[in-house]
């Protein structure tokens, strides 16, 4: 911020332009249009989730249970969004000073709701891992320990950032900053490779339908993954490019709302699956033992009933 001192013309004073050289396109800019970003997202969050309460409503409680409390974060979350902006655009839309006070409580409190959700996500993740890869601990532990270092960091960021004078002073946090994006581009990258590995390995080579299947798990899997990957990606570079003004926070708002939409779409395309998965004979032929990643030597398909069925169609849930 650049002085502007007071002039005189004509005898009168003519007081200093308070907001003088102030950048606002990086700071509040950035943060407006990353609100309103998020606000977009929080309306399809809203819209897949009554899209799921209505769709699958003989869904096992534990699942309903988690749908719903990842709709009240991702609220909370938008409430938390909203008065970061009312309190830069309408509380202190006088006060350019105080883009070097404070960092505003909800700012700092919306870190830990979107590491929250992250781990949450991504633990649903690594439990699908767990059973397509046949129980295998290492590829499991991988990704919840990277999972858990986003979610320590993220928890460590949000401490940290209520005892920060001045929001123009985030250089303690920088480091942070850098790993929790590492980790969350890493975890989800993690994610779809390993999934589409396993997918790919149920593949019957026979069944057009089936593979059909397959192919769409496959790229579902890929879209989770990939915008939650791409957008932390961009906010670890626009840190380390520019990390004096609030463009990568702008990145961060999305995050946590991206994996949340991104997970309910996979939940509710179920149903255009099992359509696909509906043969005239009322089953689908695929191997048992290419499921979870086991490899068989019987070169006959075996025949799957409606409930077996479901343990691909469900592979990301």
Not at 27 to 50: E, K, R
Request: proline share 3%; aromatic share 12%.
């Amino acid at each position: 911020m650049s002085s502007n001192p007071s002039s005189t013309s004509g005898g009168v004073i003519i007081p200093a332009d308070p907001f003088a050289g102030m950048a606002w396109d990086n700071t509040v800019g950035a943060l407006l249009i990353g609100g309103l970003v998020g606000g977009v997202l929080f309306g399809l969050t809203c819209m897949q989730s009554y899209m799921y309460f209505s769709k699958y409503k003989d869904d096992r409680l534990l699942l309903r249970f988690f749908v719903a409390v990842l709709w009240l974060l991702d609220a909370v979350d938008f409430a938390f969004n909203s008065h970061t902006l009312y309190f830069f655009l309408v509380t202190n839309y006088t006060n350019p000073m105080a883009l070097s006070g404070k960092v505003p409580w909800s700012l700092s409190s919306h870190v830990l709701i979107t590491t929250v959700v992250d781990f949450m996500i991504r633990a649903m993740f690594a439990r699908k891992i767990f059973q397509l890869s046949n129980h295998n601990y290492l590829l499991t532990g991988s990704l919840l320990a990277t999972s858990t270092l986003d979610l320590v960091v993220g928890i460590i960021i949000t401490v940290r950032a209520f005892a920060i004078s001045s929001i123009q002073n985030l250089e303690p946090l920088h480091n942070l900053f850098y790993v929790d994006f590492a980790a969350g581009t890493g975890s989800d990258l993690y994610v779809a490779v390993v999934l589409c590995y396993y997918l790919a390995r149920s593949r019957t080579g026979f069944n057009t339908r089936t593979d059909s299947i397959v192919n769409i798990l496959m790229l579902y899997t890929i879209n989770t993954g990939l915008l939650t990957a791409i957008d932390a990606a961009l906010g670890l570079i626009t840190a380390l490019v520019m990390p004096h003004n609030f463009v990568f926070v702008a990145f961060y708002l999305q995050l946590s709302k991206l994996y949340t939409n991104a997970y309910l779409a996979t939940l509710n395309n179920r149903e255009s699956l099992r359509e696909r998965s509906t043969e005239p004979s009322g089953f689908v032929s695929v191997h048992l033992s290419r499921i979870g990643g086991r490899t068989g030597s019987n070169p006959n398909p075996t025949p799957l009933d409606a409930k077996v069925r479901q343990c691909l169609i469900h592979s990301l849930v």
